[in-house]
């Protein structure tokens, strides 16, 4: 079935690799990018892929609140619903940083992305989610953000990813009720702008996110996965 996929930060990295997949396999994609002019090429080569389904670049800056209810209430006047969200777009992974020194306005900046913007996005279009038959959410994490690993180095990312976790399973339980699946991934250490070189090729990231994106319904929710396999909070 052809579903309607909205993924943020779409217009390179993981994003980007997994719009292109779901197109490919015939759904319709809102690529969310926060520089339309990215979006519109990014959609435009996927386009020319020979795609079965439809890529659509929108604007969507994950930290722009106004923005993002706007976008939700356009599509849901064109499309109707949306099937999946997948939160994707993150900044700063600080490696450069320990907890002791972090400067707190990079800190600050990471969760207003990687933890308020997933949330603000999941608000925004929850109504859109809403009158989707299999509704699912997906949280880009990574296992940076398990408190079971957790040491020392890269404070802003790692303690960005554990929030979005939590955060991850307090939607879940919220939204169970109504039949949504709500789920956190890690990609693996990807090939991309973020991951530098030396990571997985960025189709095998993607699958890992779409694990999630793919559940039957009554699949699990509240979990956190890579390539479909439980790794520990
Ligand atoms: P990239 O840095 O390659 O891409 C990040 C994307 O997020 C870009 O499209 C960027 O847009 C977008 N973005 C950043 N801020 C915002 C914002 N405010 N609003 C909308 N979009 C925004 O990262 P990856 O593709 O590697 O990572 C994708 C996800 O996977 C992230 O959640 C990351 O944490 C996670 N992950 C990645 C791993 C890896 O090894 N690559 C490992 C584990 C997890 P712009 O082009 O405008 O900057």
Redesign the pocket.
């Known amino acids: 079935m052809s579903r309607i996929v909205v993924v ?9 690799e997994v719009a292109r997949q779901c197109a490919v396999e015939g759904d319709t994609v809102v690529l ?4 339309l002019a ?1 979006g519109q090429r990014a959609a435009g080569e996927l386009s020319e892929g020979g795609v079965r389904g439809r890529v659509v670049a929108a604007e ?5 609140f106004e923005g993002v209810r706007a976008l939700a209430t356009r599509l849901l006047d064109e499309l109707g619903r949306v099937d999946v969200l997948v939160n ?4 700063h ?1 600080d490696t450069w940083q320990s907890a002791v020194h972090a400067d707190l306005a990079v800190v600050g900046e990471a969760l207003e ?2 933890v308020l ?1 997933a949330w603000r996005t999941t608000q925004a279009f929850l109504p859109l989610l809403r009158h989707s038959r299999h509704p699912r959410i997906v949280m ?5 953000g398990s408190l079971a690993s957790m040491g020392s180095g890269v404070p802003a ?1 790692h303690v960005s ?1 554990a929030a979005l976790n939590a955060l991850t399973r307090t939607m879940a339980g919220d939204l169970a009720r109504e039949g949504f699946l709500v789920n956190a991934v ?11 070189r030396g ?1 997985r090729p ?1 189709a095998q ?1 993607a699958r890992s ?1 779409r694990y999630a994106m793919d559940l039957p319904d009554g699949g699990p929710t509240s979990t956190f996965t890579r390539d479909g396999r439980p790794i520990p909070w």
């Open positions: 943020t930060g779409a217009n390179r990295g993981l994003g980007r969310g990018s926060r520089d990215a969507l800056d994950v930290t722009d994707n777009a993150a900044v992974y992305t990687n913007g880009v994490s990574s296992e940076g990312y990813k890690c990609p693996g250490w990807t090939a991309t702008d973020m991951g530098g990571g960025v990231g996110i």
